[in-house]
């Protein structure tokens, strides 16, 4: 079979806005690299996965799949910042007992011709589980930040409260934000929601810092800042939440 017949394209649901073309070349083996976590019953468990210009080159693909196991009452929660490379992707696919809680908090940003995005699976498979993801992109140029997330509740997984939330910032013409929900239930007793809003900075409330005197660019910063603070408000150690938000902003300073 040749590497063209193994490799993800577009009509794969799951790969439908990415840039395929950037995984040419790429070692096979890393499709087959899942970072497993295990999180014991009652336990806790935070990870925070951050791709800057720091560790990452410009042209460069940077593939995370992590697969996450929560037993009965566990908790675990990822933070992400996806800033760097032409392509990256972070896969997450979650496995949930009987009243665990999986959080997420993402953020992609970029301009040029990149594509950043998060890719996440929540399969609630015993009752009173709660799982919440909050993805926030901002993008300009010819960038894109996609989030596809999909929701299976098997049928005996009663009480389960599960949610999504996408929103995309675009602040040049030609960037582009996509949101795929996809939820799957076949429980009665259950909440699951999701709200996708894709939209330009407000020029009301750029307006209104103008006539305090803060400088367009100090406006943008502010207001994205504001923004994309959803996406990290659950987390409570302030020196990640910090660095996160500081690298984000960083690389808006650096391409605006």
């Known amino acids: 079979?040749?590497?063209?017949?193994?490799?993800?394209?577009?009509?794969?649901?799951?790969?439908?806005?990415?840039?395929v073309a950037a995984?040419?070349?790429?070692?096979?083996?890393?499709f087959d690299d899942w970072r497993d976590i295990e999180v014991p019953a009652g336990e806790s468990f935070r990870d925070v996965i951050a791709i800057t210009d720091e560790n990452t080159g410009p042209d460069e693909t940077v593939l995370h799949r992590l697969r996450v196991r929560l037993g009965e009452g566990a908790r675990c929660e990822l933070f992400g910042l996806i800033a760097a490379g032409r392509l990256g992707r972070v896969?997450?696919?979650?496995?949930?007992?009987?009243?665990?809680?999986?959080?997420?908090?993402?953020?992609?940003?970029?301009?040029?011709?990149?594509?950043?995005?998060?890719?996440?699976?929540m399969a609630h498979e015993e009752p009173e589980a709660t799982s919440n993801q909050t993805v926030r992109s901002v993008h300009w140029g010819k960038g894109t930040g996609n989030f596809l997330g999909r929701i299976d509740v098997v049928r005996n997984a009663q009480k389960t409260d599960a949610a999504q939330s996408f929103k995309g910032l675009l602040l040049e013409k030609g960037a582009s934000v996509?949101?795929?929900?996809?939820?799957?239930?076949?429980?009665?007793?259950?909440?699951?929601?999701?709200?996708?809003?894709?939209?330009?900075?407000?020029?009301?409330?750029?307006?209104?810092?103008?006539?305090?005197?803060?400088?367009?660019?100090?406006?943008?910063?502010?207001?994205?800042?504001?923004?994309?603070?959803?996406?990290?408000?659950?987390?409570?150690?302030?020196?990640?939440?910090?660095?996160?938000m500081q690298a984000a902003l960083d690389k808006l300073d650096r391409h605006l």
């Not at 079979?1 to 840039?19: G, H, K, N, Q, V």
């Not at 995984?23 to 890393?30: I, Q």
């Not at 496995?95 to 997420?104: P, Y």
């Not at 929601?193 to 900075?201: C, E, K, M």
């Open 23 to 30: 995984l040419e070349g790429m070692d096979l083996s890393t």
């Open 178 to 244: 996509n949101s795929v929900p996809q939820l799957e239930i076949f429980a009665d007793d259950v909440k699951c929601a999701h709200g996708a809003a894709i939209g330009q900075l407000d020029e009301s409330a750029r307006f209104y810092m103008a006539s305090r005197g803060l400088s367009p660019d100090l406006s943008r910063r502010l207001l994205v800042q504001a923004f994309i603070g959803d996406a990290f408000v659950a987390l409570d150690d302030e020196e990640q939440r910090e660095a996160l």
């Open 91 to 121: 896969e997450v696919v979650v496995t949930l007992a009987r009243g665990s809680h999986f959080e997420l908090g993402g953020v992609t940003v970029g301009g040029r011709e990149t594509t950043r995005e998060f890719v996440t699976r």
């Open 1 to 19: 079979m040749t590497e063209a017949l193994i490799l993800p394209t577009t009509r794969d649901e799951a790969w439908r806005y990415s840039d």
